[in-house]
């Protein structure tokens, strides 16, 4: 069973602070997506990655995949309080149904 | 990116009642699409996996007959939640994959938040 652990799981921070969200398994994926949740909506996609050592930017995120494709981060520079919300990562197996395996997500709260 | 819409955003109901969800892919065809439910401050939880002209696969633990979902076609699937129980209440999320493989993100729908008193 493929499981995506994912830390922290709560980060509360001062706006201008840079943070750093893990995701990480013991399977090799695909591929890993990571999602931005705000309350009471679905989740929106953010970057998918794919190959191994993959470096990926959108504005001050950073997202990178692990070279064995086993793992990923999302670094966030310089936190804005528009930045707080539920962080998701999720990785295809490739699988024939291709259901999504979703790590637990990190809720994040940026201060002013 | 790809559009899935999925209505309604609220709804309300009576215990006993049963209460339909719809999702919709609004600009690609999808012969899969997923149910999740999400409890406050929680990640998704998969419920089972919509599978377009057959049956739909469950999760362990879900009660199919409490979950009855139907992909009636290649852009929408419904979920109904049966005689519902306020324990039912939750936030349920439709997901769907326009690429075949594990290279194709998922698209949710905006969610549904079921109240059931």
């Known amino acids: 069973t493929q499981l995506l652990e994912q830390s922290p799981q709560f980060l509360s921070i001062q706006e201008g602070e840079n943070l750093t969200v893990y995701c990480n398994s013991s399977?090799?994926?695909?591929?890993l997506q990571w999602y931005r949740q705000e309350p009471g909506e679905g989740p929106v996609l953010l970057v998918t990655v794919v190959t191994g050592g993959e470096v990926k930017k959108l504005k001050r995120l950073t997202f990178q995949f692990g070279d064995a494709r086993k793992d990923s981060s999302l670094h966030i520079t310089a936190a804005q309080p528009g930045d707080t919300g539920l962080y998701l990562c999720a990785g295809g197996g490739g699988g024939s149904q291709g259901n999504l395996i979703f790590g637990k997500g990190t809720k994040l709260s940026v201060k002013p | 990116g790809a559009v899935v819409s999925q209505h309604p955003s609220r709804v309300i109901c009576k215990s006993g009642t049963s209460v339909k969800i719809e999702c919709r892919s609004l600009d690609f065809q999808a012969t899969t699409m997923f149910w999740y439910r999400q409890f406050p401050k929680k990640s998704l939880m998969l419920m089972a996996t919509s599978n377009e002209g057959s049956k739909a696969t469950y999760e362990q633990g879900v009660e199919k007959d409490k979950f009855l979902i139907n992909h009636a076609s290649l852009t929408l699937s419904t979920l109904t939640v049966t005689s519902a129980h306020p324990e039912d209440s939750s936030f349920y999320i439709c997901?769907?994959?326009?690429?075949?493989?594990?290279?194709?993100?998922?698209?949710f729908g905006q969610g549904t938040r079921l109240t059931v008193v």
């Open positions: 997901s769907a994959r326009p690429g075949a493989g594990g290279r194709a993100e998922a698209f």
């Open positions: 399977s090799v994926f695909s591929s």
